[in-house]
């Protein structure tokens, strides 16, 4: 007995007395567009160049209702199509990625059919006949160069169909291959982003002989994105275009042409540190497989970590340049001590919206604060800097990091009785930003303790 499969494509339906077998679009970028990344990075369904940190995982859910995307099947007797069916299909994405090493992240997504509506039955036309999980999708990112402004990376992915009977796929198809190169930049508040690439596909056979929809074959395929942060709403607006074409053509006997373009528009929100929310709108640019008239999504990204992977070493400001954040830090209180020092300290992690709770104890960190501080020549003054993220208003950040600041003096003076009138704490709030505050963990090194040190 075939082994069952969730979501298995179609069958039959009849006009004019003559049964059509056909397939519904495969949601899943095998033929679907609609792709948010694993990794929630920066756009929706574009990739950026960047990578999630090592022990850094991302969980996104994604909704999308699609209208009009089923494919509409020429009449045998009439030889014509019918009028749209006016279809409804709503997906889901459930997607995980996790930051494996520096410059590399894994991904795995699960679309899902959630549910379909077709209002006109009697046309020939396609449609799902379960609803379920319909393929599984393994993806890697590897950063080939770049900084928290933009770079160049490599991204591929593998599709396993798991439609029964899919004609879009065929019998016996191989899964599907995809490979690209992405490009991005920043600019102010202003990022762009390019993604082009080349999808391999081992067509299987018809699913029966006379199959109105030829097996699918190679296709190109490329996508640009552009975004504006608002940093005052913490808000993202998002344009995005992708799109997809055959390398040669096919006997594609369905009003759904091979290539496809779509266009989305859409805002990302950032409602705390580690949890985003998306939505939008997108439509057709030119009729094509998966192409529909109106798409209505929405989505969350939760991001939490380094699960894995972490340095506790406070480090050199050189050392944590966004060039340089993949590189292990280096410990500057291990270094002779200088006239002047500064240290950033980015593992002193308040709890959100607190200024009292630490939620890592840094309690060795003061610890070798006080013995570095008692190396060499006596030192004089203390100045404890205190930075947040962009979440949240100026003056309210302004003033968080500053309690915060004031904190860690409190600590140092009664767990260590430093003397007060040689330690001084002042906030800045989210000035100077050292990383990105597009993503979660950008966001996370530029909550951040500096420390500068003076020497007599």
Request: aromatic letters at 8%.
């Amino acid at each position: 007995m075939a082994r069952r499969h969730y979501g298995t494509v179609i069958l039959a339906v009849a006009a004019a007395g003559i049964g059509h077998v056909a397939s519904a679009n495969v949601i899943g970028n095998d033929t679907q567009n609609f792709n948010p990344t694993t990794n929630g990075l920066d756009f929706v369904t574009v990739q950026s160049s960047e990578t999630l940190d090592p022990g850094i995982i991302n969980f996104g859910l994604f909704l999308n209702q699609a209208n009009n995307t089923l494919p509409r099947l020429r009449d045998r007797e009439t030889n014509e199509f019918p009028a749209k069916s006016g279809d409804r299909l709503l997906g889901m994405d459930l997607n995980v990625g996790v930051g494996i090493m520096p410059h590399l992240d894994l991904g795995l997504s699960l679309p899902q059919i959630i549910d379909q509506k077709v209002n006109d039955t009697d046309s020939p036309r396609g449609q799902f006949s379960q609803r379920g999980n319909t393929e599984v999708r393994i993806n890697a990112k590897y950063r080939l160069s770049g900084t928290d402004d933009g770079g160049y990376a490599v991204a591929g992915s593998v599709n396993f169909n798991r439609l029964k009977d899919n004609p879009y796929a065929g019998k016996n198809g191989s899964p599907t291959v995809n490979l690209e190169a992405l490009a991005d930049t920043t600019w102010r508040d202003y990022s762009l982003a390019l993604n082009v690439g080349y999808r391999w596909r081992e067509k299987g056979d018809e699913i029966y002989s006379g199959s109105p929809i030829d097996p699918l074959g190679n296709q190109w395929i490329a996508s640009t994105a552009a975004s504006y942060r608002f940093k005052d709403s913490d808000t993202r607006a998002i344009a995005e275009i992708f799109a997809s074409w055959p390398v040669s053509k096919s006997n594609d006997n369905t009003n759904r042409a091979s290539s496809s373009a779509e266009f989305l528009l859409g805002a990302k929100h950032d409602i705390s540190h580690n949890l985003a929310v998306h939505a939008g709108l997108g439509r057709e640019l030119s009729q094509g497989i998966s192409s529909p008239d109106l798409r209505v999504y929405a989505g969350v990204n939760w991001t939490t970590g380094p699960e894995f992977s972490r340095h506790n070493a406070p480090t050199t400001p050189e050392e944590t340049k966004p060039q340089k954040r993949p590189k292990p830090p280096t410990d500057p209180f291990a270094l002779p001590p200088k006239a002047e020092e500064k240290i950033i300290i980015n593992d002193l992690l308040f709890a959100f919206d607190s200024d009292k709770e630490i939620v890592n104890d840094p309690h060795s960190i003061f610890e070798r604060l006080v013995a570095h501080l008692k190396k060499g020549p006596g030192w004089k003054k203390l100045i404890i800097d205190g930075y947040t993220d962009s979440v949240g208003n100026d003056q309210y950040n302004l003033t968080l990091s500053h309690r915060r600041a004031m904190n860690i003096r409190k600590r140092l003076i009664e767990d260590f009785k430093l003397e007060p009138n040689k330690i001084m704490a002042v906030g800045h709030g989210e000035e100077n930003p050292i990383a990105s505050n597009n993503n979660y963990q950008g966001r996370r090194l530029n909550r951040r303790v500096e420390l500068r040190i003076y020497r007599k």
